[in-house]
């Protein structure tokens, strides 16, 4: 096969800072490549590079054999470069066709040509086998509709590579497997595809060959049927991989419940829960995206309203109608959408840090920054968070940092009960590590602990108990002796069959 | 090593404040004159007030358009209560209440009912400017006593009364941010108001705590305005809010919230100061004064965004 692109020798620093060194990448016609590496290797610079949203401090690209100037966005798509960003950029109040031709519509002298705009859109649909509604608004699609808008768009721009950045992270498994089949049928037209994933599972069903970068360079390209997990995870962390086992059990069996839910109901959305927490207990909660996970945890915590239930701490009903109550009752959470709920961006690391127990850092009733500063800095050594300084801007570090400093957030009070929203998701296996350490820490302590994750294997790993979510209620209640991912994808295909027949 | 990197946006603006007060002391020999310092001074103490209040605004990611009309309408206030035989304490004390009122109105618009704010305070600054011409008329109300005498025009140490009130809030503004938990939570509202409520943080207190002493303080700027000119019209403070904003957003406050200064308002309030003055000084005519005020905030919260976007795309 021939070279499509090679970046030969590439360099990037943003203000000083290394963080792509000495890159040689190549690609070639038709094939599906998975680029792998943990948080902050530098797989979404490299790639923003190759499609001009950044660029490049030195080193030459080339494509068929000619070197090209990739400065801006622009340039990248005149080559045919396409990327699929891991945030959509669709914008939600335009329609879908609108969101198709957004920046190159078609005119008929100084007005739309609504006639002609029309025509390709349904040329493209049929052409790619997507079949979208061209009115209704681009903000009421499900993300993987609106993926699939993004991916028309550029292919309808003669894409000759498609990136595609942490493409599934929001899709539930039927859109998963039509974003899979988009994606063969693509290679099988000529298309190049680079997928960037932390799901290995996802890179083996895909990909031809996996590139993987470590700490801002590239360790190696390999055939994708020579890796295992093993093997990925070495190349990635540069360590030896321990494996998953299920980490000692710190439940305090008889004890009373540290936390109780009776009966919580959110009309529509959350139907009739119950469960309890012991102390030193991890209660996990699977199933799949949109089961319900996050809506019943917020309820709990008094993110979301709720319309009817009974929440105890430790045995005594405690009301909780704001976050601030949940708190004040010792139940914290830490949420699935860290950029947008977790974390202030702008703020420095040691004020998100301070920011729950703010009254605990006070001296003489007023905020004493150094106090702040002092546990900011304690939490970057047990956390290991990788920062210059707690004074920089959260906004500053990568994706697993940053969910570090929301977890260094709720640490700094003592709750009995902490509510782990997605802490994993789209972040790398150290830092995962250093999560579920975290956790069990929190277990031995003999606090209680719900974990949610999309990932089932960690949800095996973490808990002693697993509850399975469908529809907003808990289907089915098990221990976790030796539970399989099996066990519960059966559960919830149990329970939707039995929907069905009703 | 602790090397303090000098940072262009940080000082900029102090920069350009410096080299215009020289360039106008050569141009203009009156310029560097006790006198006229302390009367420029004294001349930006109103609207330095409004924008202390304005910075807390700003920082907590709203905008508060009505603190222009808040000022003439406590003046207003003060002096029909005094025409009417109110002791003057108890006279003071109504207008900063009026002005409290109006702040938790504005502040459980916003907060509660998600009104936009600058359309919220668009609409309670129409109220209170009908409220205000109920209250004089139309017709100015002179007013004439000690306590306002000195408050307007004395001088302590020979530094006008006025300048210390404005330091005053400025102090008060900057502890609030600085020292004081609600103050903390401003900022972080002001960066992110669903990550605060999800942190515990009371998001509709803080928004109504902003409006009620941003509007308090326009009523003890109305105070202090009445007292300087000896009259309450119905058309003082009318435009002080732009200034106001104009004066924060110079000072460096981030118009999109979260990020601010106090002490970096007064930079802005004296260079809107210093260029009114000075185009008196060298007689160009008021019309220049605009476009070239225009230019100035223009130039400023332009260096500073431009510099955000540059960031971003690094």
């Known amino acids: 096969m021939e070279k499509l692109l090679e970046m030969q020798g590439i360099n990037k620093s943003f203000s000083g800072v290394e963080v792509l060194r000495n890159i040689d990448f190549f690609l070639e016609t038709g094939e599906v490549r998975a680029l792998l590496g943990?948080?902050?290797?530098?797989?979404?610079?490299?790639?923003?590079?190759?499609?001009?949203?950044?660029?490049?401090?030195?080193?030459?690209?080339?494509?068929e054999g000619k070197e090209v100037q990739i400065d801006r966005p622009q340039d990248g798509k005149n080559l045919g470069i396409g990327i699929v960003h891991q945030e959509l950029s669709i914008i939600p109040t335009l329609s879908v066709i609108e969101n198709f031709f957004l920046g190159r519509e078609i005119k008929k002298g100084q007005l739309l040509d609504q006639k002609r705009m029309r025509k390709i859109f349904f040329e493209s649909c049929e052409e790619f086998g997507f079949s979208i509604e061209p009115d209704i608004k681009a903000g009421s699609l499900s993300v993987a509709k609106q993926q699939m808008v993004e991916i028309m768009k550029i292919l309808s721009q003669d894409a000759r590579i498609i990136i595609m950045d942490e493409p599934t992270t929001s899709l539930t498994r039927d859109e998963k497997k039509n974003l899979f089949n988009i994606i063969i049928d693509l290679k099988k037209k000529g298309k190049t595809i680079v997928y960037i994933s932390h799901i290995l599972e996802e890179v083996f069903q895909l990909s031809d060959y996996a590139t993987i970068m470590r700490n801002g360079e590239i360790v190696g390209t390999y055939k994708t049927e020579s890796l295992n997990v093993a093997s990925i995870s070495e190349h990635m962390s540069g360590a030896k991989y321990v494996g998953k086992q299920r980490t000692h059990s710190y439940k305090q069996d008889d004890k009373t419940a540290i936390m109780k839910v009776e009966s919580?109901?959110?009309?529509?959305?959350?139907?009739?829960?119950?469960?309890?927490?012991?102390?030193?207990?991890?209660?996990?909660?699977?199933?799949?995206?949109?089961?319900?996970?996050?809506?019943?945890?917020?309820?709990?915590?008094?993110?979301?309203?709720?319309?009817?239930?009974?929440i105890f701490v430790k045995g005594r009903e405690v009301k909780i109608r704001s976050p601030k109550d949940a708190i004040a009752n010792g139940i914290g959470l830490i949420p699935e959408d860290r950029k947008g709920e977790g974390l202030i961006l702008k703020q420095e690391i040691y004020k998100n840090a301070a920011?729950?127990?703010?009254?605990?850092?006070?001296?003489?009733?007023?905020?004493?920054?150094?106090?702040?500063?002092?546990?900011?800095?304690?939490?970057?050594?047990?956390?290991?968070?990788?920062?210059n300084s707690v004074k920089d801007a959260v906004v500053k570090l990568s994706g697993g940092n940053q969910q570090k400093v929301v977890i260094a957030k709720w640490l700094s009070q003592n709750f009995d009960v902490l509510i782990f929203d997605e802490p994993t998701k789209g972040i790398d296996i150290g830092a995962k590590e250093d999560i579920f350490r975290v956790i069990e820490e929190m277990a031995k302590e003999g606090k209680g602990i719900i974990f949610i994750s999309s990932d089932l294997d960690e949800v095996i790993r973490v808990s002693d108990r697993i509850c399975v979510i469908r529809d907003g209620k808990i289907i089915k209640e098990m221990e976790n002796d030796n539970v399989e991912q099996k066990d519960i994808m059966n559960a919830i295909l149990a329970y939707t069959d039995q929907e069905e027949k009703n | 090593m602790r090397l303090k990197k000098i940072n262009l946006r940080d000082y900029g603006v102090i920069i350009g404040f410096v080299v215009l007060c020289v360039a106008i002391s050569i141009a203009s020999p009156t310029f560097l004159t006790s006198r006229n310092i302390l009367n420029l001074l004294r001349q930006s103490a109103v609207v330095g007030i409004l924008s202390a209040g304005m910075t807390l605004v700003i920082i907590s990611g709203n905008f508060d358009i009505s603190v222009g009309y808040i000022c003439g309408c406590a003046g207003a206030i003060m002096a029909k209560l005094m025409s009417i035989g109110v002791p003057i304490p108890a006279a003071i004390l109504a207008a900063l209440l009026a002005g409290a009122v109006i702040?938790?109105?504005?502040?459980?618009?916003?907060?509660?009912?998600?009104?936009?704010?600058?359309?919220?305070?668009?609409?309670?600054?129409?109220?209170?400017?009908?409220?205000?011409?109920?209250?004089?008329?139309?017709?100015?109300?002179?007013?004439?006593?000690?306590?306002?005498?000195?408050?307007?025009?004395?001088?302590?140490?020979?530094?006008?009364?006025?300048?210390?009130?404005?330091?005053?809030?400025?102090?008060?503004?900057?502890?609030?941010?600085?020292?004081l938990v609600t103050g903390r939570h401003i900022y972080s509202v002001g960066g992110n108001d669903e990550a605060s409520r999800l942190s515990g943080v009371s998001v509709n207190k803080i928004k109504i705590i902003v409006f009620v002493i941003s509007s308090m303080l326009a009523a003890f700027s109305g105070v202090v305005l009445t007292a300087r000119v000896g009259t309450a019209t119905a058309t003082a403070g009318v435009g002080y809010e732009l200034d106001a904003i104009a004066a924060v957003v110079i000072g460096g406050t981030n118009v999109a919230g979260g990020e601010g200064n106090a002490w970096k308002t007064i930079v802005g309030v004296l260079f809107m100061s210093v260029i009114a003055n000075s185009f008196n000084l060298l007689e160009v005519h008021v019309y220049f004064q605009f476009i070239f005020k225009g230019l100035i905030i223009l130039f400023a919260v332009g260096f500073d965004s431009y510099n955000r976007i540059k960031r971003g795309k690094n």
């Open chain 1, 38 to 63: 943990a948080n902050g290797a530098g797989k979404s610079t490299l790639m923003k590079i190759l499609c001009g949203v950044y660029t490049k401090t030195s080193g030459k690209i080339i494509m």
């Open chain 1, 264 to 310: 919580l109901k959110r009309n529509g959305i959350v139907n009739n829960v119950s469960f309890e927490v012991l102390p030193g207990e991890v209660v996990g909660f699977a199933g799949l995206v949109g089961a319900g996970r996050t809506e019943i945890v917020k309820a709990i915590y008094g993110g979301d309203r709720k319309d009817a239930g009974k």
């Open chain 1, 355 to 387: 920011l729950v127990q703010l009254k605990r850092f006070r001296k003489f009733k007023l905020l004493n920054e150094k106090n702040e500063k002092v546990y900011a800095q304690e939490s970057v050594e047990n956390l290991s968070i990788k920062v």
């Open chain 2, 103 to 179: 702040g938790v109105c504005s502040g459980v618009a916003v907060a509660k009912f998600g009104i936009p704010s600058m359309i919220a305070t668009l609409a309670t600054g129409q109220i209170i400017n009908g409220v205000l011409l109920l209250v004089t008329g139309g017709y100015p109300i002179s007013v004439s006593n000690r306590v306002l005498d000195f408050v307007g025009k004395e001088s302590v140490l020979g530094i006008p009364v006025p300048i210390y009130l404005f330091l005053i809030s400025i102090i008060l503004v900057n502890f609030i941010l600085k020292k």
